[in-house]
């Protein structure tokens, strides 16, 4: 089994920045790939960036050129950074972890708990 920590949450005006966290324990050897995924009120759960173990990054659409996903491998640990928000960031950020690699495809496997960030006009 794998434990997903979230952290970072919380509110921020348009134009501003965010960092999450997301802590791994447990069963980690076995997680090829960890990524962040989101949900805003009404809509689908949607898969914003992925890190595998090799350090392949793929993103979303919507967040290229402002989120970046890195991973500390020594603390078991992959961030979201997230520049120049805007209302439409606004959502619950999941964190996730799979026993696969395949980035395009994400099969999640683990979940955290999710952490909300709001972002104000």
């Known amino acids: 089994q794998v434990q997903l920590v979230e952290s970072g949450g919380g509110l921020v005006q348009a134009g501003g920045s965010l960092r999450l966290s997301c802590a791994a324990s447990?069963?980690?050897?076995?997680?090829?790939?960890m990524g962040w995924y989101r949900q805003a009120p009404g809509k689908q759960r949607e898969l914003v960036a992925g890190i595998t173990n090799g350090g392949r990054i793929n993103y979303a659409d919507p967040v290229k050129g402002r989120f970046t996903i890195s991973r500390d491998t020594a603390e078991n640990t992959v961030y979201l950074e997230m520049n120049n928000v805007n209302r439409e960031d606004t959502a619950v950020y999941y964190c996730?972890?799979?026993?696969?690699?395949?980035?395009?495809?994400?099969?999640?496997?683990?979940w955290g708990q999710g952490t909300q960030v709001t972002v104000s006009s």
């Open positions: 996730a972890a799979s026993l696969s690699d395949r980035l395009r495809s994400f099969s999640v496997d683990y």
């Open positions: 447990g069963s980690i050897f076995s997680i090829a790939a």
